[in-house]
């Protein structure tokens, strides 16, 4: 059964110009794009985004980069596709991930990862939720 996840590709990678190869790289795997869109995110939704984090150390540089430039927020579907989404992004910290994941690929360090994807169901419902009200 087709699942749908939320992932976005983050300020610094739209700067560094791959955004077309990490698209390339969501299709050749499989998935289909329900819904893309190149937006700002404001300081409240960022802070929405990430409030899971507010208590933590790294909430303020989340914000701060995140809100740096436009984002490309995508609703991606496919079967297992929560799973199969974060397999291909690769470790959060792109000097970990595994060698042909996007995050190995165009990642620079942890703050700068290049995309975000849902850890969860749950977490998928919300994201999309939040970013595309009407799909919510």
Not at 72 to 100: F, Q
């Amino acid at each position: 059964m087709a699942q749908r996840t939320y992932g976005m590709i983050k300020p610094h990678a739209i700067k560094s110009k791959h955004v077309g190869d990490i698209i390339n790289m969501i299709e050749q795997n499989g998935f289909t794009l329900v819904r893309l869109e190149k937006m700002k995110l404001t300081k409240e939704k960022a802070e929405q985004f990430y409030a899971i984090h507010k208590e933590k150390p790294f909430f303020a540089e989340l914000v701060t980069n995140i809100i740096d430039g436009p984002i490309v927020a995508m609703v991606l579907e496919k079967d297992n596709a929560i799973e199969d989404w974060r397999a291909l992004m690769g470790a959060t910290d792109s000097k970990k991930a595994s060698p042909g994941t996007i995050r190995q690929q165009f990642g620079v360090d942890i703050s700068f990862n290049v995309v975000h994807g849902s850890d969860a169901p749950e977490t998928a419902e919300q994201e999309i939720k939040l970013i595309f009200p009407d799909l919510g």
